[in-house]
């Protein structure tokens, strides 16, 4: 059974930082792209950051220079590290894991809440 479990989520002020984590567990996480996502309420799921497997990264424009994907293969992680955030950046972030192209899997966290406010 696939399971990813996010955490490092919560309340931070703008400006401020956090570091999101998703443990991967019941897949060969090396074989896989990793993604974060994130969806704000009213809007639509976007694609935040994503890592091959081959540690190629991309981010979304809103996002770029503020925040580092990384992963570790060993401890079957990824990371969202996330700086300099804004109120814009409030939103459910959520782990994402995919096989694609070679593959026809796709797995997703349950999501962890993320809010930039003062």
């Known amino acids: 059974q696939v399971q990813l479990v996010e955490s490092g989520g919560g309340l931070v002020q703008p400006g401020g930082s956090l570091r999101l984590s998703c443990a991967a567990s019941?897949?060969?996480?090396?074989?896989?792209?990793m993604k974060w996502y994130r969806q704000a309420p009213g809007k639509q799921r976007e694609l935040v950051a994503a890592i091959t497997s081959g540690r190629t990264t991309n981010y979304a424009d809103s996002v770029k220079g503020r925040f580092t994907i990384s992963r570790d293969n060993a401890k079957n992680t990824v990371y969202l590290r996330m700086n300099s955030l804004k109120p814009e950046d409030t939103a459910v972030y959520y782990c994402?894991?995919?096989?694609?192209?070679?593959?026809?899997?796709?797995?997703w966290g349950q999501g962890i809440q993320v809010t930039v406010s003062s």
């Open positions: 994402n894991a995919d096989s694609r192209p070679i593959g026809t899997r796709v797995y």
């Open positions: 019941g897949l060969i996480f090396s074989a896989y792209a």
